[in-house]
T-cell receptor
Framework: GESVGLHLPTLSVQEGDNSIINCAYSNSASDYFIWYKQESGKGPQFIIDIRSNMDKRQGQRVTVLLNKTVKHLSLQIAATQPGDSAVYFC????????????FGSGTRLLVRP | DGGITQSPKYLFRKEGQNVTLSCEQNLNHDAMYWYRQDPGQGLRLIYYSQIVNDFQKGDIAEGYSVSREKKESFPLTVTSAQKNPTAFYLCASATSSGGNEQFFGPGTRLTVL
């Protein structure tokens, strides 16, 4: 069945360093992927998305890379700041409905001062 | 301000009581969703609705019910049949044309005593 998972449950980085959060997906037919950031006790916030016809997309301090060959998605955060500390989820658009997203279990990013 | 709201932020109920969680959006979105999140876990889909007066079960619908009488409102009732209702509940909405991003509310933390 469809599934989206993350390799590392917790990532600790030094402030100012770059962070890379990884995600594996199993449905090669998925055509849309999205990264969310969730701070403690709050709802997830959109960070960046990417369609399957792209390999890379950049936002402000964030880059998403999509490797369809190995079904791997990554989120890169440049110059990580304390405010980046949160749980990050990748999500995949489900194929049985145009509007359902399938979420991974999340990676907690801890930024050390 | 356009957005999606959930109320209340914290809710306490006695075991065996039904409880209804509110979700309202003024984004003119057709699709709305309810997710459940347990500590350290990802989001699991309870119910979703793509249009007024229509809704579908998600992955964990047992013990929950919803209604969609108005476009802007999608209340979730947690019934006494739900075996383990204590969780963080998140509501989301999305457009039905083109966009895939779901916008999340701030969440309601339900504790059943």
């Amino acid at each position: 069945g469809e599934s989206v998972g993350l390799h590392l449950p917790t990532l600790s980085v030094q402030e100012g360093d770059n962070s890379i959060i990884n995600c594996a997906y199993s449905n090669s037919a998925s055509d849309y992927f999205i990264w969310y950031k969730q701070e403690s006790g709050k709802g997830p916030q959109f960070i960046i998305d990417i369609r399957s016809n792209m390999d890379k997309r950049q936002g402000q301090r964030v880059t998403v890379l999509l490797n369809k060959t190995v079904k791997h998605l990554s989120l890169q955060i440049a110059a990580t700041q304390p405010g980046d500390s949160a749980v990050y989820f990748c999500a995949e658009k489900g194929m049985d409905s145009s509007y359902k997203l399938i979420f991974g279990s999340g990676t907690r990013l801890l930024v050390r001062p | 301000d356009g957005g999606i709201t959930q109320s209340p932020k914290y809710l306490f109920r006695k075991e065996g009581q039904n409880v209804t969680l509110s979700c309202e959006q003024n984004l003119n979105h057709d699709a709305m969703y309810w997710y459940r999140q347990d500590p350290g876990q990802g989001l699991r889909l309870i119910y979703y609705s793509q249009i007024v007066n229509d809704f579908q079960k998600g992955d964990i619908a047992e013990g929950y019910s919803v209604s969609r009488e108005k476009k802007e409102s999608f209340p979730l009732t947690v019934t006494s049949a739900q075996k383990n209702p204590t969780a963080f509940y998140l509501c989301a909405s999305a457009t039905s044309s083109g966009g895939n991003e779901q916008f999340f509310g701030p969440g309601t933390r339900l504790t059943v005593l």
